[in-house]
């Protein structure tokens, strides 16, 4: 196995960094999820619409999804502390336009809530990357489970999170108190040496038209889910985003499929093994999301406060 250059120099990671990992990967997991579950809280304060409120909870996940991959592979080239802390950087910007979002309007929220998405593309990626590079043994295995806690474990708890700050000191602070965490998390990586790919080791470019035939296909397909209820599932609006959706993804797989340096490479889904856990974990991503609708059903429908939906 190539190990990465840097850390051949004899750097180690120890407790301060894996704690400044977990607090890095913990601005998402837990605060920007936050969003699952006082949403309606937050669409009531504002007086915005059902719609804008939707929208924001979508696009955090959305514009994660768009980059992580891209950010995780600039990581390998110019340094995933590098990349970390700005995605901290970011999730600072994201949670500071949300928290001072002003009445009558959802554009500080909206636009707060893409930067947190591209934060976490960022982060996730090159977090568990310099836990590879930085971590060997029985220390990576612990350091791998720290990033899981602050991953799958903060959204866990994060319903339950956004209820008692929202009910108590007011749904602003959970993102007031999230950037203090990306702040402690970014003095906590300060110092630790730059990881990154050896330079003979950097591929020769990046798949461009892999990356945008797919973006576009899930911008299509995330207005098309988002719009389609109000404009008409049968309006030529929804027709249209749903021919742009299907076709994007048409060319993304002929353009991917006999690709050398492919955005996604669909041979990998011959192993039978990782097609199994792809599929679980895409149910698993299923199942978590229908907490967007029950949490908000339970307030509007049954009208519990965001505490109790989190319980």
Do not use: C
């Amino acid at each position: 196995m190539k190990k990465d250059h840097i850390s051949d120099q004899g750097y180690r990671g120890d407790d301060k960094l894996l704690i400044g990992l977990l607090l890095a990967v913990t601005t998402f997991g837990m605060f920007a999820q936050t969003m699952l579950n006082i949403a309606t809280t937050i669409r009531m304060d504002l007086g915005i619409s059902v719609d804008a409120s939707n929208t924001a909870v979508s696009l955090a996940a959305l514009f994660s999804g768009l980059f992580i991959v891209v950010l995780g592979s600039f990581g390998d080239r110019f340094g995933r502390i590098k990349m970390t802390k700005i995605g901290l950087v970011l999730s600072i910007i994201g949670s500071f336009l949300i928290a001072i979002s002003p009445r009558g309007t959802a554009i500080y929220l909206l636009i707060g809530r893409v930067i947190q998405g591209i934060s976490s593309a960022f982060i996730m990626p090159n977090a568990l990357a310099i836990i590879k590079a930085y971590y060997e043994g029985p220390a990576r295995q612990r350091a791998v489970s720290v990033y899981s806690i602050g991953s799958w474990g903060g959204s866990a708890l994060s319903s339950i999170f956004g209820g008692i700050v929202a009910s108590s000191l007011g749904w602003r602070w959970v993102y007031w108190i999230s950037i203090g965490v990306a702040v402690i998390s970014f003095l906590l990586i300060l110092g630790v040496p730059e990881s990154k790919n050896p330079p003979g080791d950097r591929k020769a470019g990046y798949d461009i038209p892999g990356i945008i035939t797919f973006m576009i296909g899930m911008l299509a397909l995330n207005i098309l889910i988002n719009q389609g209820g109000n404009v008409g599932w049968l309006s030529p609006m929804t027709l249209g985003l749903g021919l742009a959706t299907a076709i994007a993804f048409v060319i993304f797989y002929m353009v991917e499929r006999n690709k050398e340096e492919a955005f996604i490479d669909f041979n990998i889904f011959k192993n039978k093994t990782y097609k199994g856990a792809t599929i679980s974990n895409f149910l698993l991503n299923n199942a978590a999301g229908t907490l967007i609708v029950t949490l908000s059903l339970v307030q509007l429908a049954a009208d519990l406060t965001s505490l109790q939906a989190g319980f």
